[in-house]
Structure formats: structure tokens, C-alpha cells
């Protein structure tokens, strides 16, 4: 009787038939030496060519899978040297890496924590603008003789760019009371300048705004400058955007302008009042007249017009 257990599904029954029928014909394909010696006698072939025929080609297979095998062990080491240098340099790496992060300062790292997320951009911040009003009291000028300014009776300077300047003095004159809208710079003992956006004449309420112009300006004219000489008391000062002095104002209006390093030591000895002398170039017009100096006496004292040179270090010990 045969058990349960020794039983085969069909299912089975049908793999294990497959699988017979498969190693039937395998074999059907395959020769022993001796089948192989009978079939050459039968084709004529003398014994002694099959059997060395027979040699030749099985150590053609034995080195044949002598080569497969060289192949796979030589594949396998460099698989796993790949491997090994590979996670060689991965664990260098990464130690490198470590060992940086643990050198780094605390406040950096603190730093990279922090730029992980982005800050929200941020609006762009517009030019803060004042207003100021006054009565001019003459025009200012650039080196070449343009009007680039005016002067006010309240000692505010008011600034703008040179392609308004024929607008400007066609419209505003000495005189004229003014509204101003600009930029204003720090304001010292000396006075403050402001960057006008817009001029306004207050009683005709003529505006001149500070546009694009229309042509690119003209290039300086050497012609127009001359050698001359000047004297005087200080009636105003001029000052640049950060309030430092640069030139000076004579009581017969002319204009007298000299280098950053005059204006830092005449704003430690000079007081409005003081008499100057002055000599250099500079041009004369309807406008008024401006002169860069050369040579400046204050008070019958000649001022060194020479850049001041920086003390040299002491020798270390």
C-alpha cells in the first residue's frame, strides 16, 4: 500500500516528466570514448588519429576551464579591490570630514546651522527725502563756471545735476523764495548740503524735477579757466554730503575751493570773519566767479597747500 506521503501531485508529475525527457536527450547527445573509436573505425579514421585527436581536444577543455577560472578569480580581486579602495577613500572621506568639523569654531558651525533655511528677501529700502525752504542768495559753481547749486540765505546748500542748470537759472534767480525736496547730508558746524530731486519757485510754482537729460554731458573746457587772485573775509562755508569742509565763500561772493586735507586744517584755525588771500585758476561769468586755490594765506599766515605725510612707524626694540 503505497502512503500518502510518497504521493506526487500532478502538477509535480508533470515537472519531474520535463525534466527526464530533458536529461534523455542530453545524454542521447553525449559519446564515451570507446562509442567515439568505433564511430571513426566505421568512417575509416585509424585508431591512433582518434585517440590522439581525442587527447588534443580534451586538453583544449581542461584549458579551457583553466581559463574560466583564471577569468573569475582575476574578475573577483579586482571586484574586490574596486570594493576595498573604494571603501577606503569612503572612510577617509568621511574621517577627513569629521576631523574638519570637529576643528571648525563653534560660531561657524552655529553659522551653517543657520544658513540651511534662506532668509525671505527683503524690500529694497528707497532714499529718504527732506524739504527745506529759503530765499536764494546766490548761485554755486562748478570748476568750469556751470551753475550746479544755490546757496540760501539760511546757509543751506542745495545741489543738483548739471544738465538742470540753464533750466534752473532761467527760472530761479537771487532772490526767489524756494521749496526743496532731496537727499539731505549729515549736517555739521559748517553747514549741510542737500541733493535736490525738485525745485520749486513759491510764488510762481514752478517746479524743476530732476529728470534723465535728454543729451550726454559736455566734456570740460579747458579754455574756459584762467589764473587769478582773490581777497576777502569768510562769509560762508561750503561743505561736501558728509558735512566736511571744502571751500569757503568771500564777502565779495567769490567762490574758493581747495583739496580735503586745506579744508581739515582750516577747520581747526579759520572762523567766518577771518581775512583770506588766495591765488589759482578758475573762470568768471554773469554767474559769479570760482576759484580753485593754489596758494592760500589766512590771516597773513601762509597755509601749506601739501598733503600732510603719515608719521612714519617707530622702530620695534
Do not use: C
Not at 20 to 48: F, K
Not at 113 to 121: H, I, M, V
Not at 127 to 151: A, H, K, W
Amino acid at each position: 500500500m503505497t502512503h500518502p506521503h510518497d504521493r506526487i501531485s500532478n502538477q509535480a508529475a508533470a515537472e519531474l516528466f520535463t525534466l527526464a525527457a530533458r536529461l534523455q536527450a542530453q545524454r542521447q547527445h553525449e559519446y564515451s570514448s570507446t562509442e567515439l573509436m568505433q564511430a571513426g573505425v566505421e568512417a575509416d579514421l585509424s585508431p591512433e588519429i582518434l585517440q590522439e585527436a581525442l587527447q588534443q581536444m580534451q586538453a583544449k577543455q581542461q584549458q579551457d576551464q583553466h581559463h574560466r577560472r583564471l577569468r573569475y578569480m582575476v574578475g573577483s580581486g579586482i571586484a574586490g579591490a574596486a570594493i576595498a579602495i573604494s571603501g577606503l577613500w569612503a572612510y577617509q572621506t568621511i574621517a577627513k570630514a569629521l576631523s574638519h568639523r570637529n576643528n571648525l569654531p563653534q560660531a561657524t558651525l552655529e553659522q551653517a546651522d543657520r544658513l540651511t533655511t534662506a532668509p525671505d528677501p527683503q524690500p529694497p529700502v528707497e532714499n529718504d527725502s527732506s524739504s527745506f525752504t529759503g530765499i536764494v542768495e546766490q548761485y554755486l559753481l562748478n570748476p568750469e563756471g556751470r551753475v550746479d547749486g544755490l546757496l540760501l540765505k539760511n546757509g543751506l546748500e542745495v545741489k543738483f545735476p548739471l544738465h538742470l542748470s540753464d533750466r534752473l537759472t532761467r527760472f530761479i534767480t537771487p532772490g526767489t523764495e524756494v521749496s526743496i525736496t532731496g537727499a539731505a547730508g549729515s549736517a555739521s558746524r559748517f553747514g549741510q548740503e542737500v541733493r535736490a530731486m525738485q525745485i520749486v519757485d513759491r510764488k510762481t510754482q514752478q517746479a524743476i524735477v530732476d529728470q534723465p537729460p535728454d543729451e550726454p554731458p559736455q566734456p570740460l573746457r579747458s579754455s574756459n579757466y584762467s589764473t587769478f587772485s582773490t581777497a576777502g573775509t569768510i562769509q560762508h562755508w561750503l561743505v561736501g554730503h558728509r558735512g566736511e569742509l571744502h571751500g569757503l565763500i568771500l564777502s565779495s561772493k567769490v567762490q574758493i575751493k581747495f583739496p580735503p586735507h586745506v579744508g581739515d586744517q582750516l577747520s581747526r584755525t579759520v572762523q567766518i570773519g577771518d581775512r583770506i588771500q588766495a591765488q589759482g585758476f578758475g573762470t568768471r561769468n554773469q554767474y559769479g566767479q570760482i576759484l580753485q586755490a593754489t596758494a592760500l594765506t589766512v590771516n597773513g599766515q601762509l597755509l601749506s597747500m601739501a598733503p600732510v605725510q603719515p608719521k612714519a612707524p617707530l622702530p620695534q626694540p
